[in-house]
Nanobody, 125 residues
Framework: QFQLVESGGALVQPGGSLRLSCAAS????????IGWFRQAPGKEREGVSC????????KYKDTVKGRFTISRDNAKNTVYLQMNRLKPEDTAVYYC??????????????????WGKGTLVTVSS
């Protein structure tokens, strides 16, 4: 069954770190660009970061640049989002999504069409 499963969400204090994982089952991630998105209560979903098929191209929302790092391990069929120096405004449900791409080009948030169910990140003291 074609599935993306996020994990790693938790309650963490401001300034803390978390690593989110996005594991694929039923298909191989090698041919997919992957994006991380988040949705805070009362707000629209927004793109946080994405990574191309090979991992050579990445993109970040301005407010997370320098704090978040996206990476992928195609051998483990998993994409990660390392989140450091977390802030209360990072609180949200985080989702990963996949875009099948023929060409290994830059990732595109708007092209993602397979979604996981999300993992909750709460940053609070």
């Amino acid at each position: 069954q074609f599935q993306l499963v996020e994990s790693g969400g938790a309650l963490v204090q401001p300034g803390g770190s978390l690593r989110l994982s996005c594991a694929a089952s039923g298909f191989t991630l090698n041919y997919y660009a992957i994006g991380w998105f988040r949705q805070a209560p009362g707000k629209e979903r927004e793109g946080v970061s994405c990574i191309s098929r090979s991992g050579r191209s990445t993109k970040y929302k301005d407010t997370v640049k320098g704090r978040f790092t996206i990476s992928r391990d195609n051998a483990k069929n998993t994409v990660y989002l390392q989140m450091n120096r977390l802030k209360p405004e990072d609180t949200a449900v985080y989702y990963c999504a996949a875009d099948y791409t023929v060409v290994d080009g830059a990732c595109d948030y708007d092209a993602m069409n397979y979604w996981g169910k999300g993992t909750l990140v709460t940053v609070s003291s």
